[in-house]
């Protein structure tokens, strides 16, 4: 890998697998790609965010730190997201951020 291109694992920590989209009961993914916290660390582009809502359905869902912090790093690193409601991963377009109601990824 060359030291341009941005370093993933998934969010439990352990390298990125071809499983780790299989889904569990509640319709999220077995895992997530993050970049690596040495990615992350190279500083932020977006505000940290965690909580958006899905529009269709109004509902807040909020990430995990280390997925706040690879959207705020590289906002065009995810094409959908999780709605907690819906139980369902949607585009980006679908979603807007909770505190300023910017979409999602941009």
Not at 44 to 68: D, E, K, N, W
Request: neutral net charge.
């Amino acid at each position: 890998m060359t030291d341009d291109v941005p370093k993933t694992q998934l969010v439990s920590g352990g390298p990125v697998t071809g499983d780790h989209r299989a889904l569990k009961e509640n319709g999220q993914q077995k895992d997530y790609v993050v970049l690596t916290a040495e990615e992350r660390a190279k500083g932020f582009v977006r505000p940290v965010r965690r909580t958006y809502l899905h529009t269709p359905c109004g509902t807040s869902t909020t990430m995990s730190q280390a997925i706040a912090e690879t959207y705020a790093r590289d906002p065009s690193f995810y094409t959908g997201t999780f709605c907690v409601n819906c139980r369902g991963h949607f585009p980006l377009e679908q979603f807007v951020w909770a505190d300023t109601g910017d979409q999602v990824g941009s």
